[in-house]
C-alpha cells in the first residue's frame, strides 16, 4: 500500500481506497496517464526517451506519442538518441496524470539545442 494525494482535498490516502474518506472523491475514476507528444527540429533525432528514478519508462520515436503510466504527479527526465547515440540536453519537468505535454528538440534563438517541454491541451 501507498499512499498518493486526492485530486479535490490534497490529504494523504491509500492509493487502494475506492473514494477519499476525507471528501468522498471518488478515486477509481481519476487519470492515472500521461501523454506526451514528442518532436524535433533535427532531422537526426531518431527518438526520445522517458526516464523516472533512473529507469526507462519508454522510448518513443519522433512524431510519436509517449504514455506513461503514473497514479500522482512524476519527475520526468527526457533525453534524446542521435541515431544510436544518446545525447543532447536533457529535460527535466513533473508530469501530471490527466494532462497533455509536447515534448521538442530545437535551437530557440542563437542558443544552444535543447530539450523543452511544454503543457498542452491536447495530443
Request: aromatic letters at 6%.
Amino acid at each position: 500500500m501507498a499512499l498518493v494525494k486526492c485530486p479535490d482535498c490534497g490529504k494523504q490516502i491509500s492509493n487502494q481506497a475506492v473514494s477519499c474518506p476525507n471528501c468522498g472523491c471518488p478515486m477509481a475514476s481519476r487519470p492515472t496517464t500521461v501523454k506526451i507528444r514528442c518532436l524535433s527540429d533535427n532531422r537526426h533525432v531518431k527518438r526520445m526517451v522517458f526516464k523516472i528514478n533512473g529507469r526507462t519508462a519508454t522510448e518513443t520515436p519522433i512524431g510519436s506519442v509517449a504514455t506513461i503510466t503514473a497514479n500522482q504527479p512524476t519527475t520526468v527526465d527526457v533525453t534524446i538518441v542521435l541515431g544510436i547515440i544518446g545525447g543532447g540536453s536533457p529535460a527535466r519537468f513533473t508530469a501530471v496524470p490527466g494532462k497533455c505535454y509536447e515534448a521538442r528538440y530545437c535551437k530557440p534563438g542563437l542558443a544552444f539545442w535543447e530539450t523543452q517541454v511544454r503543457e498542452v491541451s491536447f495530443v
